[in-house]
């Protein structure tokens, strides 16, 4: 098995999808730092299910996903793939080659695939299981593992042991046992509780069943007497409806003809009011078109009117138009005349700017020329002042230089007396240093013990808690077992009760008579079972009464002696067979000798369970004797031979009668579970294992109370034990705090050897800087005077310039005043010059608004004289038709006086008609009203059967109209569906009257024709007399749980199910225990034979790698060989050391090598990975090095990350990773050529290297 191929896409550096072909051999990878050659080795232990971004030299698991780079974006996930080959047999596979790939999203969300397929990292991890090839294997030797495995605790170096041992597999599995048995121990536990309380619950629940039995049986025959009741009071209620129903017709045939009579007066009284109608709307109308007229005539005068007033207005306003046009004309020509000044002043005005003009801009030129002259002497000027400033500059640097140079002498004096005493305090301090670490150390001495202490404490503790938790898990079995006799003896109880109520042991024929099957010969209720009238007090000797009794036994008792022939008859004709019964019959008188203390009267050991059956049951054991043994009865019976009796039975069942017949030996066994015992015997063996149960059941409590109180010891057990390890935790921070009180002491020790050594570093330099100080200043002195010569020379040259200066200016301010006159003068022009413009375009803005003004005067002239006419004409037009109006109005106030003589005509008519009326209405009214009484007795009777249909629709769901009641009838007599199989439920609270022997079918079956006739002589009133007492009785037995018989049967099936759970749960914990027995075993024996096998192997590779030295693997000792650490000795030639911890980083990483190829010849992996392995050794280690590696290519492929180039050159094929691109990882590959002795290239842009 190698690795054959890793595909890489997006992780890490890994931008592209790359790939990289291996083969067996050595493999190694070189390249630059940074370059992504570790990135290799990470992705191979991603895949393999590294769960830590830590471990993979990341911040969080997305980290590893591309992230961009100056060219490139960020990848939303990233994907790695390993394909091994050649793995049927390592790895149990059909396929030669197996592929491993996980995939990352930058959500968070992980995928794993084995050979293409959605897999869990926990098939992964059992694929290389006890292979070598894990994320954390010897197989794996990274930067900073070396360390890792050398320093880590011996507990945790286990694992790479394990993994050699190949007993990774069989403690993982050990752990899973282990949760299973912990899970099943729990499981066992909640489920005897849950058995034992169901137990109880059933109990509770068996007398709620029994009484919902009742009620149901109760609610079966209420529901078919009431539907019957109420089916033939509807079909009462739908007779009488039929009968109503038709006179209601006939009534009403006489109220549609005398309606039809009624209906031809009133269409002729309509036709009479119709026309009375008609005349009163022709007097309406007459008189609304009379009002029209009026109006019309009224509006008319009206109009005339308006338009005359409205004329007259227009013409007054028409005056006032004309007088505000002549105004506006005579503005219009004042405006004119105004307009032809104002122009002339205009072009005035502007020629006298134009000359003022060019005299200002003759100013302005000489001005400008003599601030250009007084600008280049102010130029001058400044540059001598920037000069003597640099001058003066410089000059100030000097001096400052000389005073700071002086200052840092004194300072440097003062410094040197501070430093001096700094040094002194430093060294003081020192002495203090030393001692408090003393205390510090004398402080971690005394935690150390503390916390010794502590622990052991806590494992005593420990210790403690393990024995209460053995002793609890001893009275959990306890409580197991004791559970399982409870349940069986309540499964034989059962068992025994429900042969009693199937009257187990009785003929058919006393079955018949008991079950109140022989009805007609004897009511329900007259016989019993002689076994339910007697109570055998001591059941010692109930065999012996049985065998008194023989068949008598099974009696059956009859209150009266006359049922007996006719029972006796009804038992011929159904071929029940035989039966025994008991009548009452008188006592027989007895004298003769008196029997002996040791000979029982069997009276004597009965009673009845009633008084009224006493002398029954006197007679049935009269002159019935019972005696220890057979043999002293015979000898006592010949010496008194006058003794009167009827029957002796022992107590082991031998009988003797009067005659000399004796009845001995035993019979045959009886069948398991008690089904042939006697009655007597039985109903003493069901006291006695009730007795036993209600024993046994109290031993259980006492268990359960037993382990209340180990729980509570366990509890508090833990509450110490917690405490415990609180001290142990304190005393563990109390030592940690003291070494770190230690550590800091010793820091801060160190730290003040750093300070004196640093103070006196600063005392020379002191020294040093103050002999240049003073080259220095001497410097800065001969500078300054310098500076000072130099500032005096420019100082006369700026007072020169200022002369200069100030009579350049003078003139400039001359010349400047005048340029200011010629300006104000140019400007008093302008001013003047835009009021004249303004004055003129005012006057024209007031002449156009004057001739808009007039213009619409005019318009408004003629609109007006146009209305005028308008006006007029319209009056005259009202005028005329007023007049025509009035002669209308005359003519139409004469036709109205017609049309209403003719409407007073009409009314005189319709009030005949409507006397007629009158008197045909009455007649019809009294029908109408014996009508309305039939209705309301009809709809009385409707009533009442909607009432019955939703009386039954809303007690039983049933449309009535539906429901036959003479099978409502039948069906009452039968016994209620379902409830087949309760026959062990019995009401206590159940009257002895009440009860009443079941239906024996539970179906009665379909009636026949001549049932169903017989049931109409029905006598009604006890039935509806029974239906108010089932009511009463049903109401008055409170609270009924109705599902409370379903409850039972599902709590019983329940109750079962549990028992047979809990015997499964103990036969798991019982192979759980096995099977972790047997995983110890294999895995301490594997485990062993290869850590000796290591050691052997370690001391051989470390005397070859060191050329000699002493080396030893030693276990940790410990309570479990499978939990103890290992601890590593390793000594190199000539050395002596105390501890791996003080090797190089040479020796360390030769250690680990040696160790790593130790556990290689044991159990070789099919890969290596070695990450920079070699960088801490010297050329010699390192061809040790790749020597042991190339013997080990037999059997491993090793896979090398390193820069040193004795290791590449042992190489079988090299793969160089650059950063052509930044960030992005690209590798180049060759593989050296045997044959040509040289390495050629694998992919295109690689390169060649001879060998």
């Known amino acids: 098995m190698y690795l054959k191929e890793i595909v890489a896409n997006g992780f890490k550096s890994f931008a592209d999808r790359t790939r990289i072909d291996l083969r067996p051999g050595v493999t190694a990878v070189v390249g630059p730092n940074g370059c992504g050659k570790s990135n290799i080795v990470d992705a191979i232990r991603w895949v393999l299910g590294e769960q830590s971004a830590k471990s993979l030299r990341a911040g969080a698991m997305q980290d590893v996903i591309f992230n961009g780079s100056d060219r490139r974006k960020a990848l939303p996930q990233c994907e790695v793939e390993l394909i091994f080959a050649d793995c049927e047999k390592e790895l149990g596979t059909a396929f030669a080659e197996v592929s491993v790939m996980r995939r990352l999203h930058r959500e968070g969300a992980s995928d794993y695939f084995i050979n293409g397929k959605p897999s869990r990292l926990k098939d992964i991890q059992r694929l290389f299981m006890d292979t070598g090839i894990g994320r954390m294997s010897y197989s794996f030797m990274v930067q900073g593992q070396i360390d890792q495995v050398l320093s880590a605790n011996p507990a945790e170096r286990r694992y790479i042991f394990e993994e050699a041992a190949g007993i990774t597999r069989y403690k993982v599995q050990r752990r899973e046992a282990l949760n299973k048995l912990a899970g099943v121990d729990t499981n066992l536990a909640r489920i005897t509780d849950v058995v034992s309380e169901v137990g109880r619950q059933i109990a509770t629940l068996r007398r709620q069943a029994a009484k919902a039995l009742r009620y149901r049986r109760l609610r079966h025959r209420f529901t078919h007497l009431d539907l019957a009741w109420q089916a033939k009071q509807f079909g009462n209620r739908r007779t009488q409806v039929a009968i109503l129903e038709a006179d209601f017709a006939s009534c009403r045939e006489e109220v549609a003809a005398l309606s039809e009579g009624l209906r031809s007066r009133e269409a002729a009284l309509g036709d009479a009011r119709g026309r009375r109608t008609a005349f009163a709307e022709q007097v309406q109308q007459s008189q609304q078109a009379l009002f029209d007229q009026r109006t019309t005539r009224e509006n008319a005068e009206a109009e005339a009117r308006t338009s005359d007033l409205r004329a007259d207005d227009l013409v007054a306003r028409l005056a006032e138009i004309a007088r505000e046009a002549q105004e506006a004309e005579a503005a219009i020509a004042d405006y004119d005349v105004r307009l032809s000044g104002s122009s002339t002043a205009k072009t005035d005005a ?52 000389v005073t700071n140079l002086e200052v840092d002498l004194r300072g440097y004096q003062s410094r040197h007396v501070d430093v001096s005493g700094s040094l002194a305090q430093a060294k003081e301090e020192r002495e203090g240093l030393e001692r408090r670490v003393a205390e510090c150390a004398a402080v971690v001495t005394a935690r150390h013990g503390e916390l010794q202490a502590a622990r052991l404490s806590e494992q005593e503790a420990l210790e403690q808690g393990r024995t209460l938790l053995g002793d609890f898990r001893t009275l959990q079995q306890t409580i197991s077992e004791q559970d399982r006799k409870v349940a069986k003896l309540s499964a034989q109880l059962g068992l025994l009760e429900q042969m009693q109520s199937r009257l187990e042991g009785f003929s058919d024929a006393a079955k018949a008579v008991l079950r109140g099957e022989l009805a007609e010969a004897m009511p329900a209720g007259k016989a019993a079972a002689l076994a339910d009238l007697v109570t055998v007090t001591d059941v010692t000797i109930a065999a012996a009464l049985e065998t008194i009794l023989g068949a008598a036994s099974e009696a059956v008792t009859l209150d009266n002696a006359e049922f007996l022939p006719g029972i006796v008859a009804q038992m011929g004709e159904r071929q029940l067979g035989r039966a025994v019964f008991q009548v009452e019959a008188p006592p027989a008188a007895r004298t003769g000798s008196a029997a002996p ?35 002293d009865f015979i000898r006592w019976w010949r010496a008194n031979p006058d003794f ?34 006697g009655v007597f015997s039985r109903e003493s063996e069901i006291r006695s294992v009730r007795a036993n149960l209600e024993t046994e059941n109290d031993q259980l409590t006492t268990f359960n109370e037993q382990a209340m109180g180990l729980q509570a010891a366990m509890d508090a057990n833990e509450a110490e034990l917690g405490q415990r390890r609180g001290a142990t935790q304190f005393a563990a921070q109390e030592l940690s705090v003291a070494q770190a009180d230690e550590r800091a002491g010793r820091a801060t020790l160190s730290s003040a050897d750093e300070r004196i050594a640093r103070e006196q570093r600063l005392l020379n330099e002191l020294d040093a800087a103050k002999a240049e100080a003073v080259i220095r200043r001497d410097r800065a002195q001969e500078t300054l005077t310098v500076k000072y010569t130099q500032v005096a020379e420019l100082r006369e040259a700026i007072t020169t310039g200022e002369t200069s200066v100030e009579t350049a200016r003078a003139e400039s301010e001359l010349r400047r005043t005048a340029l200011g006159e010629a300006r104000l003068s140019l400007a008093e022009q302008r001013q003047r010059l835009e009021l004249v413009g303004r004055e003129v375009a005012e006057l024209e803005s007031r002449r156009t608004e004057a001739a808009i003004r007039l213009s619409a005067r005019r318009s408004e002239a003629a609109q007006n004289e146009r209305q005028v006419a308008e006006l007029r004409a319209l009056s005259a037009t009202a005028k005329e038709t007023s007049l025509r109006l009035a002669g209308e109005i005359e003519v139409a106030t004469a036709a109205l006086a017609v049309v209403r003589k003719e409407l007073s005509a009409t009314d005189a008519a319709v009030e005949a008609e409507d006397r007629i009326l009158a008197v045909d209405r009455e007649k019809l009214r009294v029908i109408d009203t014996r009508l309305r009484g039939l209705e309301v007795a009809l709809a009385e009777q409707t009533s009442q059967c909607g009432f019955l249909v939703e009386k039954v629709q809303a007690d039983h769901q049933l449309e009535v109209a539906s ?43 379909e009636p026949t024709a001549e049932d169903l006739a017989a049931l109409d002589a029905t006598d009604w009133p006890p039935l509806v007399r029974e239906i108010s007492e089932l009511r009463d009785r049903m109401a008055g037995m409170g609270s009924v749980n109705l599902v409370a018989v379903e409850e039972y049967s599902s709590l019983r099936e329940r109750h079962d199910f549990l028992t047979k759970q809990s015997d499964d749960l103990w036969k798991a914990k019982e192979e759980l225990t096995k099977a972790i027995d047997e995983l110890n075993q294999t895995s301490l024996k594997l485990f062993t034979d290869t850590f000796e096998q290591v050691r052997k192997n370690f001391q051989f590779t470390f005397e070859r790698l060191f050329d000699g030295g002493r080396a030893d693997l030693q276990l940790v000792q410990g309570e479990d060989v499978l939990e103890s650490g290992i601890e590593i000795v390793a000594h190199p030639p000539g050395t002596k050391l105390r501890g791996i911890s003080l090797l190089s980083g040479g020796q360390r990483t030769m250690t680990a090598v040696a160790l790593l190829f130790a556990i290689y010849m044991v159990k070789p992996s099919p890969l290596c990975v070695l990450d920079e392995l070699d960088a801490p050794l010297d050329d010699t280690n390192v061809g040790r090095f790749t020597d042991i590696i190339r013997e080990f290519t037999r059997y491993s ?52 290297m001879a060998r």
């Open 350 to 401: 502007a020629g006298s700017v134009s000359a003022t003009d060019a005299a200002f801009r003759d100013k302005t030129a000489e001005v400008e020329a003599s601030l250009r002259q007084l600008m280049e002497v102010e130029q001058c000027l400044r540059r001598a002042r920037q000069d003597i400033l640099i001058a003066e500059g410089e000059m100030t640097r000097a001096r400052a230089d």
């Open 597 to 631: 203390g040791w000979l029982r009267p069997a009276t004597t050991a009965v009673q009845s369970k009633s008084p009224a059956h006493a002398r029954l049951v006197s007679n049935l054991f009269d002159g019935c004797y019972v005696c220890p043994s057979l043999g």
């Open 644 to 677: 009167e009796f009827f029957l002796v039975a022992t107590t082991e069942g031998d009988l003797i009668d009067r005659r000399g017949l004796v009845f001995a030996g035993r019979p045959r066994k009886a069948a398991a579970g008690g089904a042939g015992s």
């Open 963 to 1005: 429901v036959d009641w003479r099978l409502q009838l039948w069906l009452a007599d039968g016994e209620p569906d379902g409830l087949a199989g309760f026959d062990d439920l019995e009401d206590p609270e159940e009257k002895e009257s009440e009860r009443r022997p079941a239906k024996a079918p539970t179906h009665r079956g």
């Open 1197 to 1248: 492929q090793f896979l090398i990350i390193t820069h040193n180039k004795r290791t590449v050159s042992a190489a079988d094929a090299i793969f160089g990773a650059t950063m052509q691109e930044k960030g992005v990882t690209r590798l180049f590959s060759m593989r050296f050529n045997k044959e040509r002795d040289q390495a050629e290239p694998t992919q295109p842009g690689g390169f060649t």
